[in-house]
C-alpha cells in the first residue's frame, strides 16, 4: 500500500474539519453566504479528495483497493446504511412528508459518506492517532474554559443583569447553549468534551499522557459537572467501565505483559476509579435534584418577557426533560406500531412526531420510527465496527494499546448516551465516529499483514 505523503494544505484542512467538528456544536457559529462553516469545510474536504483522486494514481489505487474484495468498514456497512437512507427518503416522499423535513434528515445523516476521503487521510503515515487525538484534546479545552467562564459569570449575576446576558450569550451561540436553573451550561459539543475526558482519563491512569491531557481532565470534568448533564455522566462511567472490563480480557483471554501490574500502579489505577466513580455519582444524583428546581422567577425577568419572544431565561423553566422523553416515545410507539411496515421499513424521514420536526432526543428511537428495524440493524451494526475492528486486532496480536481501549470505551459511551440524547445520527456523532471507525480498520489492517491467512 503506497505511503506518500499529503499536502500541508490539506493536513490543515483535515485539523479545521476536525476542530470544528468537536468545537462548533450545531455548526453555525460561522457562515460563508448560505453556507455554514461545517458545510463549506465538507464540500472543501471533497473537493480537495477528488483533486488528488483524478491527479494520482496511487490515489486511485489505494482506494479502489478497499473495493476489490469489498472491506467492511469502507464498503458494505456504509454502502447498505446510505442506501437504506436513500430508501427512508424515498419512503418519506411516498407518505407525503414535507420535503424540506425529508432534505432536512438526510442532511443530518451526510457525514457518512465522508468515510471514502478519510479511509485515504487518516492514518499513520498521513493525519495520524496523534493528529486526531490532538484535535479533539484542544477542541474539548476550549469548550470547557469557555462554558466555564459562562457559567460563572451567569452565577456571579443578578437577575435582571442576567436577563440581558442570557440573551446576548443565546444570540452569540445560536441554539448551541442551553442553561440550566442553577445557569450552569451545557454546550452541543460537550458530547466531545466527554470523549477527551474518557481518553484523556485512560492514558492519566496508565501514566502515559502529556501535560495537554491533565489539563482538559481538569477543565474538562469541571465543564461538565457545571453543565449538570445527567447522560454525560452515565457515558463517562460507561467509558471507565469499558477500560476496567478490556483489561481483565487482556488478562484472562491475552498477552499479561502488555499490562503494566506492579503493585503501584494497581494502587493508582484502583483509586482513580474509585474517586472518578464516586465522583460521578454524587454529581448525577445532584444535577437531578437541581434540575427539577422549582424556583420561582423573579418578576422582573416575568414582565420583560411579555415583550420579548426568546427563549425564557432557565429561572422560569421547570426540567420536564423526562416528561418529554415519555411523550415522545409513547407517540413513537404508536407510529411503529400502527403497522408492521412501519415497525420494519419504517415511517420515513420526515416523519413529525408530537409535533417535534427534528430528531427527537432518543437516536434509535428517532431510527426505529423513521427508518424500522432494518435502519436500527443498520446503525448499531455501523457503530459497533471499531469494537468489530479492534476485537478482530486482538485475537491476532492478543494486547491492545491505550489509545484503542479509550476509542472503544468512547464508542459504547456513544451508543449508550444518543439514547438520551440525539448524537448518533448527526454530524456531531458521525463526525467522531467515522475517523475511530477508520482508525480501527487501519489497526486491524497493520496487524492482518503479518497474519496472510486472516480474512477480512
Given amino acids: 500500500m503506497a505511503t506518500h505523503q499529503i499536502t500541508k494544505f490539506e493536513k490543515c484542512l483535515l485539523f479545521l474539519l476536525f476542530f470544528e467538528l468537536f468545537a462548533g456544536g450545531g455548526g453555525r457559529f460561522f457562515a460563508f453566504g448560505p453556507l455554514s462553516i461545517r458545510q463549506f469545510l465538507f464540500i472543501l474536504l471533497f473537493i480537495t479528495f477528488a483533486i488528488r483522486f483524478i491527479r494520482s494514481r496511487d490515489t486511485r489505487k489505494e482506494i479502489l483497493s478497499y473495493f476489490s474484495p469489498p472491506k467492511l468498514a469502507v464498503v458494505i456497512v456504509p454502502f447498505l446504511l446510505g442506501a437504506w437512507i436513500l430508501v427512508s427518503a424515498f419512503i418519506g416522499i411516498a407518505h407525503h412528508h414535507a420535503i424540506s423535513l425529508v432534505a432536512t434528515d438526510v442532511l443530518r445523516v451526510i457525514y457518512l459518506i465522508t468515510i471514502l476521503p478519510l479511509i485515504y487521510y487518516v492514518g499513520e503515515k498521513r493525519f495520524s492517532r496523534k493528529n486526531l487525538v490532538t484535535t479533539l484534546m484542544v477542541a474539548g479545552l476550549v469548550i470547557s474554559i469557555i462554558t466555564i467562564t459562562i457559567g460563572l459569570i451567569g452565577k456571579s449575576m443578578n437577575v435582571d443583569s442576567f436577563y440581558y446576558f442570557y440573551q446576548d450569550i443565546n444570540h452569540l451561540f445560536p441554539a448551541d447553549l442551553y442553561f440550566r436553573p442553577s445557569r450552569g451550561v451545557f454546550h452541543k459539543s460537550h458530547f466531545l468534551v466527554l470523549f477527551a475526558v474518557i481518553v484523556a482519563s485512560v492514558n492519566i491512569i496508565e501514566r502515559n499522557a502529556p501535560k495537554l491531557q491533565y489539563f482538559v481532565l481538569l477543565f474538562g470534568s469541571i465543564s461538565l459537572i457545571l453543565s449538570e448533564t445527567r447522560g454525560l455522566f452515565i457515558g463517562y462511567a460507561i ?13 484472562i483471554f491475552g498477552d499479561r505483559t502488555s499490562l503494566v501490574i506492579n503493585k503501584k500502579m494497581m494502587v493508582r489505577r484502583i483509586v482513580f476509579l474509585v474517586i472518578a466513580l464516586s465522583v460521578t455519582g454524587f454529581f448525577f444524583k445532584n444535577s437531578t435534584i437541581a434540575r427539577f428546581s422549582n424556583d420561582e422567577p423573579s418578576t422582573s425577568i416575568r414582565n420583560k418577557n411579555k415583550n420579548h419572544r426568546q427563549r425564557r431565561p432557565p429561572e422560569e423553566i421547570n426540567d420536564e426533560s423526562f416528561n418529554v422523553r415519555i411523550l415522545l416515545m409513547n407517540q413513537s410507539l404508536k ?14 424521514y420526515g416523519t413529525v412526531i408530537a409535533k417535534r420536526k427534528g430528531a427527537i432526543e432518543m437516536s434509535l428511537v428517532d431510527i426505529w420510527v423513521e427508518q424500522g428495524i432494518v435502519g436500527v440493524v443498520l446503525w448499531v451494526s455501523f457503530t459497533l465496527l471499531p469494537l468489530y475492528y479492534y476485537f478482530r486486532y486482538f485475537l491476532i496480536r492478543k494486547r491492545l494499546d491505550n489509545l484503542s481501549i479509550a476509542l472503544m470505551a468512547c464508542t459504547l459511551a456513544m451508543l449508550a448516551i444518543t439514547n438520551i440524547n440525539p448524537f448518533l445520527n448527526s454530524p456531531i456523532g458521525m463526525g467522531f465516529l467515522v475517523p475511530v471507525i477508520v482508525l480501527a480498520f487501519k489497526r486491524f489492517n497493520s496487524a492482518k499483514s503479518i497474519l496472510p491467512e486472516v480474512v477480512e
Fill in 335 to 348: 407510529i411503529i406500531e400502527s403497522s408492521k411496515t412501519n415497525a420494519l421499513l419504517g415511517n420515513g
Fill in 239 to 251: 467509558g471507565l467501565f469499558v477500560y476496567i472490563l478490556t483489561n481483565l480480557v487482556i488478562y
